[in-house]
């Protein structure tokens, strides 16, 4: 199984590096780690797990995170029912966005930045990804919301890009809280 501290701190210069693009088919080694990282987000969202095994929730984790330069992200969602809507992306692209701008309220987080970050981070409220799935075929998803910002953050992670990159404070009036 996956550890935190296999996951990169932001001060790793991996991190600001833009993966490559992933051909398939995919070997058995990238699969089970896909695999490795869902179950990692499930577990960091049960609350007693993450507490008595001291990790931190997330939603969201890309190869370049682990130190591993290939366009690949997954996303592990708990509803409020308890179910997990559950992503495997590979190769994405943003071919749509809306003219609506949102931010997370709280702010947003990241497995790989250890401290507290003030400031909020402009994002697109919905998003039509282009992506690879598992046997490499072609497909689209459009997303909105909390989904939204997570496929917009694990896609920056893929381009070097840290959502600290992108705090900015002065438009918060032109966008929508959630």
């Known amino acids: 199984m996956l550890k935190e501290s296999q996951i990169l701190d932001e001060k790793n210069k ?6 490559n693009k992933v051909s398939f088919p995919l070997d058995k080694e990238t699969k089970d780690l896909i695999n490795d990282m869902i179950e990692y987000l499930r577990l960091s969202q049960d609350e007693e797990y993450a507490e008595k095994n001291n990790i931190r929730a997330g939603m969201g984790l890309a190869f370049p995170q682990l130190g591993i330069l ?3 992200f997954v996303i592990s969602y708990k509803n409020d029912d308890g179910t997990f ?12 966005n809306s003219e609506e701008k949102i931010y997370v309220e709280e702010g947003e987080g990241c497995l790989s930045v250890n401290r507290a970050v003030e400031g909020i981070v402009p994002r697109y409220a919905r998003v039509t990804v282009e992506y690879d799935d598992l046997n490499g075929n072609r497909t689209s ?6 989904m ?8 920056d992670h893929l381009n070097g890009i840290l959502f600290v990159d992108k705090i900015d404070n002065t438009n918060k009036d032109n966008m929508r809280a959630i």
Request: net charge neutral; charged share 35%.
């Open 85 to 96: 809507e559950e992503h495997t992306v590979i190769n994405p692209d943003i071919i749509s």
């Open 141 to 146: 998803i459009r997303v909105r919301e909390e």
């Open 14 to 19: 991996i991190l600001r590096k833009i993966s």
């Open 148 to 155: 939204a910002v997570a496929f917009q953050h694990e896609i």
């Open 70 to 72: 290939k366009r690949i």
